[in-house]
């Protein structure tokens, strides 16, 4: 398909060719040696995607994804969208069947990294969160990602409220909420690698990303911190 946003001259020039993205996109990251030819690569899912108060399109995910082994947070990384069939939780998306969407190329570039979350060591506790500055020439975002779709932003519910997100890798998975700890709040949704930075929703509410060990953080925590930080991903709302 053609990355272009230019319009064609055919009858049909309204169609936007642009590959869609939004709250449950697949992300592929950190390939060595080459985005051709990977034989090591990292896989997570986007969160939302919206706006800030500069107009720019921009994509969150989880910052434990650019974070490397020596914890050097890696602004300025290239994104991929995952190009591999998302998976459920019955059958997850085989990870050594990941591709990286070479026909669109990269989506995006990581301009922010957030303190991660850090649960299971004694570093500093975040909300877990990266900015990813959007290609409008290659993506247009969409509030649709397999069985969810985002059309609000809130706070997350009492606890006992039915929550669902959608991750590449296991898809729909769906738990109540059970409380708070920290920063975060805790649930019974099931996730697996690949799906750090899935989308909570309650409805077609996102209310958090999720990153693991049955915990999220909240959206509206992380667009107050993007508000308070400023630059790309300030003032942070849905695009569509």
Not at 216 to 229: C, G, T, Y
């Amino acid at each position: 398909m053609s990355i272009s946003a230019v319009p064609s001259a055919s009858a049909d020039s309204h169609t936007d060719t642009r590959t869609p993205v939004g709250g449950g996109t697949g992300i592929v990251f950190r390939m060595s040696p080459s985005p051709e030819a990977p034989t090591s690569l990292f896989i997570c899912t986007l969160t939302a995607v919206g706006r800030d108060n500069a107009g720019n399109l921009v994509a969150l995910t989880n910052a434990h994804c650019f974070i490397d082994d020596k914890g050097n947070k890696l602004v300025g990384e290239k994104v991929y969208r995952d190009a591999s069939p998302a998976g459920t939780a019955q059958a997850p998306a085989p990870i050594p069947n990941t591709r990286p969407d070479l026909e669109t190329g990269p989506i995006g570039t990581v301009t922010y990294v957030s303190t991660p979350n850090n649960l299971l060591n004694s570093g500093p506790k975040g909300l877990d969160y990266a900015v990813i500055l959007l290609d409008e020439t290659r993506v247009a975002p969409t509030s649709t990602v397999g069985e969810v779709t985002i059309s609000s932003i809130g706070a997350p519910p009492a606890n006992g409220v039915r929550m669902c997100k959608q991750g590449h890798r296991t898809g729909l998975t769906c738990g109540i909420k059970l409380g708070t700890h920290n920063m975060w709040f805790t649930h019974l949704i099931w996730t697996n690698g690949g799906d750090s930075g899935s989308p909570v929703v309650v409805g077609q509410t996102l209310v958090g990303n999720a990153w693991g060990a049955q915990h999220s953080s909240p959206i509206l925590s992380i667009i107050d911190e993007m508000n308070a930080n400023g630059g790309v991903g300030a003032g942070f709302h849905l695009a569509y």
